[in-house]
Structures are given as structure tokens and as C-alpha cells.
């Protein structure tokens, strides 16, 4: 017999319950998105480009991609540190003075109907349900991030806004003015969003057996 013959058989372990985040705070994970592409620039300059990608619908919402990339010009250490910070670091709940801070880069959408959304009104509470949340919502869900060295720095981020824009055109607004950006915009036919929306396809068509 050998050593390992009689060893009492691993018992089960319990099923963890997986609860689904609210549909405010990220898109659908059963659903394969229509995508949108946009490849359109918010601004250009000898310093800075920023473009807004493409833009992912689902059933919910859409998810927003926006590039960017940033060459130093003639930036002390301690300037072009503070520039590379505010490239890489879209907190989903920084309050601080730097989103709220005239020169800081800033993102936001306006709807159709007139309702705005921006990073800066997230709050931690909404996810504990303190405090309520009834949209629109922006919210930074990853992407490629960036990377940057002393000459340059680039990335791209995605944003989950809820809820999906329709009946009309969609404004994403973009505004970073220690970089010589003023506020600008790209904007998104209402066409196209109800065009992608009603090609979102679910992933699961039939029920697990058993």
C-alpha cells in the first residue's frame, strides 16, 4: 500500500457566492459589446494629442477609450513629475485638489438631454449605498494605463458611463489646461449608439443543465 492510499479524501469546498456589482459601476459581464469606433481628436499640439478611441455599448451603458500622449518640453523635474502624475493617476474617487483644480486634466459627458457627467462627482459612498446613486455616472475602469519616461509619456483610459445615451447626439468633453487645452469636444451621432445598442449580443442563449 502506499503512503498516500489511505488519506482521507479533500472535502468540498463551499461555492462562493459572486455578487454582481451595480449596473452604474461597470458594463454587463455576460455581454459582448457593439463597438463603435470614433478615432477622433479632442486636441493637438507640439506638446499634447488626445483622441477619443471607440467607444464599447452595451445593453447598460458604453465604455469610452481615450488615448493620449504627452511630450516634455521644458519642464523642470518637479514640473514634468507633476505632468506624468496627472497622466497616469484617474483614481475613480480622487476628490483631491487636482480634479478639482482649473488646470488639472478633466473628462466629462453631456447627455442628449441635457444631464452632465463628470470624474469628479464620483463618491466613495455609493458603493457602501450611503449615498444614492441615480446617474449619470463616469466612472474609470482600467485600460491600458501608460507608461512615460523623462522625454514622454502616453497611455490610454477607459471610462463606464451609465446609463447608455440615446435620443440624440452624445458630447465627451475634455479640458486640461496646464497643458494649453481649453475645453474641448468630440461628439458621438445619436445614430450611431442606437445603431450599436440593438447589435449587443448576449453571451449565454441557453441555461446551465441540471
Known amino acids: 500500500m502506499s503512503f498516500f492510499d489511505d488519506l482521507p479524501a479533500r472535502p468540498e469546498r463551499p461555492r462562493q457566492p459572486n455578487p454582481a456589482p451595480p449596473v452604474w459601476a461597470s458594463p454587463p459581464s455576460d455581454e459582448l459589446p457593439a463597438v463603435v469606433p470614433l478615432g477622433k481628436f479632442f486636441y493637438r499640439s507640439a506638446q499634447m494629442v488626445m483622441a477619443a478611441k471607440s467607444v464599447d455599448v452595451f445593453s447598460t451603458g458604453c465604455r469610452i477609450e481615450v488615448v493620449w500622449s504627452v511630450r516634455r518640453g521644458d519642464e523642470s523635474d518637479r514640473g514634468w513629475s507633476r505632468v506624468t502624475d496627472q497622466c497616469l493617476n484617474f483614481g475613480p474617487y480622487r476628490r483631491d485638489s487636482e480634479y478639482g483644480r482649473d488646470g488639472a486634466v478633466r473628462f466629462g459627458v453631456a447627455f442628449p438631454d441635457g444631464r452632465k457627467a463628470t470624474i469628479a462627482q464620483l463618491d466613495p459612498g455609493m458603493v457602501g449605498g450611503e449615498v444614492p446613486v441615480t446617474g449619470p455616472v463616469l466612472m474609470p475602469v ?26 440624440g447626439d ?19 451621432a445619436g445614430e450611431q449608439l442606437e445603431a450599436a445598442a440593438a447589435n449587443v449580443q448576449k453571451y449565454w442563449v441557453t441555461p446551465l443543465p441540471g
Open 142 to 167: 482600467g485600460g491600458g494605463w501608460g507608461s512615460g519616461n523623462d522625454d514622454e509619456v502616453s497611455g490610454s483610459n477607459r471610462f463606464w458611463l451609465w446609463p447608455l445615451p440615446l435620443g
Open 170 to 188: 452624445t458630447r465627451l468633453v475634455a479640458q486640461w489646461n496646464d497643458l494649453g487645452m481649453r475645453e474641448e469636444s468630440v461628439l458621438i
